[in-house]
């Protein structure tokens, strides 16, 4: 069997009073606001006209407390998936307004289109994508034999490479101008073996507007 979409959802809110970049550094949690940010994306997925076939997670804790919610909210376990974790990084653990002002940590922006930081970007499309089709491909059918629609609560950087890659972009890009907010859902369909996106959604706008979206890779 197939499934019929693929939803990509990035957790909520990381509790990180020191401002860091936390990338894969663990202990890393939900705030208070973020768990709300979860429920709000699990809420919105429940309340669709869908049924669904699975839920994967990748293995950090703030995806894994995101994750919770959904698999309350659609009855299903959250299975572990490591290919669509946060990519490594250079800065991790550190704060990066002062990382920038040390020389010894300069060599690490040389190049960023690759980027130099971290995971070359095509690498965290490759993974990400791979694991899209391995879901997509090994869905088991529901009770009535029928199709049902995936759910992957992710990170901010793979989901907006994943747009990318299937969009035809070029993969490097300003951090900033990314269209991945905390617990926003990216929807895919595939086509003639293809990903295409077919929906973006912020179920958590109304209550993120004091968020901290810091450390994130």
Not at 59 to 69: C, F, G, I, V, Y
Not at 102 to 111: G, K
Request: charged share 20%.
């Amino acid at each position: 069997m197939v499934a019929r979409q693929i939803h990509l959802v990035r957790h909520g809110e990381v509790h990180n009073p020191d401002r860091v970049l936390y990338g894969r550094l663990p202990g890393y949690r939900l705030s208070e606001l973020g768990q709300q940010m979860a429920a709000a994306a699990a809420a919105d997925l429940a309340g669709r006209d869908i049924r669904y076939s699975a839920l994967y997670a990748s293995p950090l804790q703030r995806t894994q407390e995101s994750a919770a919610p959904v698999a309350a909210a659609l009855n299903l376990p959250v299975q572990l998936e490591p290919r669509i974790i946060e990519p490594s990084n250079h800065f991790e653990g550190k704060n990066m307004r002062e990382a920038l002002k040390q020389p010894s940590n300069w060599p690490a922006l040389i190049n960023p289109m690759r980027p130099s930081w971290g995971e070359p970007y095509r690498s965290i499309a490759a993974r990400m994508i791979a694991a899209m089709n391995d879901a997509w491909e090994t869905a088991a059918p529901l009770a009535d034999g029928t199709d049902g629609d995936i759910v992957m609560v992710s990170h901010q950087l793979p989901i907006w490479t994943t747009h990318n890659a299937l969009a035809g972009n070029r993969l490097w890009h300003d951090p900033r101008q990314r269209r991945c907010a905390l617990s926003s859902i990216t929807s895919f369909s595939r086509f003639g073996g293809t990903f295409v996106e077919t929906g973006y959604t912020e179920p958590a706008a109304s209550i993120s507007a004091h968020a901290v979206d810091l450390g994130a890779v």
